[in-house]
């Protein structure tokens, strides 16, 4: 069928956007890589404006040689883990029970659960209640305020509704099995797309999780590598502040450490986000086919 002149106008246009898009996307990944590897001068002064320029690891280097580097990698990774483990534990059997017709009064539970997706006490009572608890600067301080989302809680709900055959469900009653076997054996290795969505959804959260750290934990041992990456950062903001009284020594010491500081800063960025940039990939298709289930809310 041939193209009117309008719809192929209306395709350039599309494509163009795109290709916009995509440049606006893609340049400031691929400048952040080229300056990791750059020499801090051309950095600095503005010479590499896209591709690496005097190309040195020294940033890397150094990165790799920091202790406190590795040890909020280490933190990251146990916040993660345990974290994601505890998000799935609890929002999928909710979501599953909250999916089920049998359960008396679910549309209650439901609204009462959506109230807090838009009402929530506030920061103060929030930072009280995890004191009061005793959770803070423990990693627990983390992981349960926020160990179910009602956004994941109902794309959950919604993918039982819809994917999970009913007959299914019936047919295993009728056979004598337990709500907990029908769950376990029928449900679950029938839900490993959702599965995948949730475990991606909430891994990222705790991945970037920031501000939460930044509240709760005062042990600098105990910090995520998003803190190490904002030390790194402020470090840098006070060395380059032009208030600051120093000697001369001093201060071209802090400004060849600033220089580096920039290529250090680029470096920590990569390390910080190639685990997500790997696993993305594998699990993207995933992802697409859960926030199209989100939003349909049923």
Known sequence: MKKKNSDKIFDCIVHLIVILVLIVVLYP????????????????????????????????????????????????IIYTLVGTLVNLLFTIPAGYA????????????????????????????????????G?????????????????NLIVVRT????NIPEELIESAVIDGASFFRIFFEIVLPLSKPILAVMALFYGIGHWNQYFGALLYI???SKY?????????????????????????EMAKFLYSQQQLA????YGVMIV?????????????????????IGSVKG
């Open 262 to 265: 920039q290529v250090i800063k």
């Open 224 to 248: 995520p590598l998003q803190m190490i990456l904002r030390e790194i950062l402020v470090i840098q903001d006070m060395s380059s502040n032009p208030n600051m009284s120093m000697s001369g």
């Open 29 to 76: 990944l691929i400048y952040i890589v080229s300056a990791s590897i750059s020499s801090p001068i051309a950095v600095n002064s503005g010479k590499m404006l896209l591709l690496p320029k005097d190309i040195t690891w020294e940033g890397y280097k150094i990165i790799f040689r920091n202790k406190d580097i590795w040890n909020g990698y280490l933190n990251t």
């Open 218 to 220: 005062d042990d600098r």
């Open 159 to 162: 993918y039982f509704q819809t």
């Open 135 to 151: 959770l803070k600067n423990s990693m627990w301080a983390l992981i349960l305020p926020g160990a179910v989302s009602v956004y």
């Open 98 to 133: 909250l999916a089920r017709r049998e359960l008396p009064g679910r549309n209650f539970f439901m609204k009462f659960i959506l109230v807090t997706m838009f009402i929530s006490g506030g920061l103060i009572p929030s930072y009280l209640l995890i004191t009061g608890l």
């Open 272 to 292: 910080s986000t190639l685990p997500i940039i790997i696993i993305y990939p594998f699990l993207q298709k995933y992802f697409v086919k859960g926030v199209m």
